[in-house]
């Protein structure tokens, strides 16, 4: 061995500090809160839709929101578990949520197109405000995982990026959803979804760029 | 004789700890590994640099290493991430050949320096990408000398070394 590595041997093991270990259920504890702060933003601006608590939302409002909380979930997992490296790492499940989620647009769309007026069912009155206001609702989630992928030493900077921004759009979609008056079929298959993939393309490009070391 | 994975794993946890004279054999220990596991594909001049800077970005990311798993596996993943990393910036014209070490690395790898092993990232790129990474990135070739010896025109070898690249960083944990 040489002596520059012996210097920097040295030199390392001098500064030796403990350090706490990574641990999932930290990154886990980060992503629950951000998901907190977004709930009382929602309820503060929008309020908490009535007919969530009393029983009035349609079974599709129900689905819609049940596959988008699986997909955020096995998202988030996969993003926080990334910031620990490790060769023979999988993370599959995302990648089966989000093909379940696809199938709702694609549902909605050939219900839609099987009906005339299409440019109207399509774009009703709160399409664009849920859109933006989805995305909006993205910001904590995708802020706090990538605060976790920072502290750590995330290796695959791509699927890192596609899961943060899935996670952050399915979560952020989720949580606005609560409060959105419409659970049609059409509205929710396109609408409580586009956002989902735009901010799972967000991701891919912006993250990687982020959490780099 | 460098030590096998279980004790890996021990004097990594200890280290954790804050166990100084563990961390100080781990660093010898894993410096050891680096030297043997980057040898065939980083010129001899340029392996130190690489083993160096991998057990700097071990020291800064240790927190990150979970005890409940192998610790070689972690160590692979990081040292793949620095070598890609390596390859974008290495420098693009050197005539340095690689030692012939095949014989020694390859009677001495065990089943997880097979599985975690910079080759198998290489059996996922087509062989024109391979190839061309091989000759510019790791043998030093110019990218004209390259052409000449593959039969790919210039720019062919310049896409083919962007897009292996690219792969081989999305590889970094799954091949």
Known sequence: ????????ISGLTNELAPVRTFAMRDGAALVAAASVVTLAAVMLVEGLGARVFQGQAAPFFWITNGLLLLLGLASAGAAIALASPGVGSRHDAPKWAAAMLGVLPLAALISVFSRVGTGEIVFDLSALHCFVASLASALFTGGALILWLRRGAPVSLESAGWFTGIAAGALGTLIYGMSCPIDNLTHMGIWHVAPVAVAALIGRLAVPSLIRW | MIADEATLARLMAAAQKGDKPAYNVLLSEAGMWLERYFRRRVPPHQLDDLVQDVLMALHAKRNTYDRSRPFLPWLAAIARYRWVDHLRKVYKHESDLLEDNDAYVDSDEDVIEARVSLERLFVHLPSSQ??????????????????????????????????????????????
Do not use: C, F, P
Request: charged residues 30%; aromatic residues 2%; glycine residues 6%.
């Open chain 2, 130 to 175: 391979a190839e061309a990474i091989e000759l510019v990135k790791i043998e030093g070739l110019s990218i004209h000398e390259a052409s000449q010896k593959t039969g790919q025109s210039e720019s062919l070898v310049k896409v083919n070394i962007h897009r292996g690249l690219k792969k081989l960083s999305a590889l970094v944990e799954k091949a």
């Open chain 1, 1 to 8: 061995m040489n002596k520059y590595r012996d210097n920097l």
